[in-house]
Structure formats: C-alpha cells, structure tokens
C-alpha cells in the first residue's frame, strides 16, 4: 500500500507559476512510477504527467508540454509538479498517483494508489 498526500495548490493569475508537491509513504520500497492527473469541473480525470521511478522517462498530456515539469526525489519520496505560464483551463483538482508497473502504465489512469487531490485556480 502506497498513501499519497498532495499540496501547493491554490489560486494564482493567469501567467504565472505554481509548484504542486506530493508525498509518498507506505510501500516506498517498490520501485512506483508517479504522476500527476487532474479533474476540471464537470470534467472526466485527465492525465497530466508521468515519471519513472528512475526519473529517466516522463510523459506529458500535449496541452502542458513546455510549461509543466515533473520531477521526483526518491530519498525524500516525493514527487513535484512545476507549472509555469498557468492559463485558467488548468483550473482544476490536481491528483497525484502511483503505479508500480511504470509510467507508462500510469499514463492510462486504471491505478489503485491515488492522493486526495489539491485544488488548483487560475484566474483570468
């Protein structure tokens, strides 16, 4: 069992940046890809980004390359979330999420690990 507890979100201007964090504890031993999904109102969960537990291989969802950037500590078992140039339809829950079977597998969101989820808003 992995817990994963999520924070940084709040709200913030369009243009301007936010750092998401999430902390992993449990079975931090398993080699866990982690990644982050997010869910706008009235909206289906989407998947935002995801790294290996090497930090070798990421993905991104097409609308956030070149702005978001995910990157994890192993020996702190976290994983963080830098979002720059926000623009308000990123205003949504931001949920951080683990897969053992690697981010690849992570990207498809049929996960058992998953935060509670921290509230993004991007004002215009």
């Known amino acids: 069992q992995v817990q994963l507890v999520e924070s940084g979100g709040r709200l913030v201007q369009a243009g301007g940046s936010l750092r998401l964090s999430c902390a992993a504890s449990?079975?931090?031993?398993?080699?866990?890809?982690l990644g982050w999904f997010r869910r706008a109102p009235g909206q289906e969960r989407e998947f935002v980004a995801a790294?290996?537990?090497?930090?070798?291989?990421?993905y991104y969802q097409e609308s956030v390359k070149g702005r978001f950037t995910i990157s994890r500590d192993n020996a702190k078992n976290t994983v963080d979330l830098q979002m720059n140039s926000l623009k308000p339809e990123d205003t949504a829950v931001y949920y951080c999420?683990?897969?053992?079977?690697?981010?690849?597998?992570?990207?498809?969101?049929?996960?058992?690990?998953w935060g509670q989820g921290t509230q993004v808003t991007v004002s215009s």
């Open positions: 999420a683990a897969d053992p079977r690697g981010a690849g597998a992570l990207r498809l969101g049929d996960l058992d690990y």
């Open positions: 449990g079975r931090t031993d398993s080699r866990y890809a």
């Open positions: 790294i290996s537990w090497s930090g070798a291989i990421t």
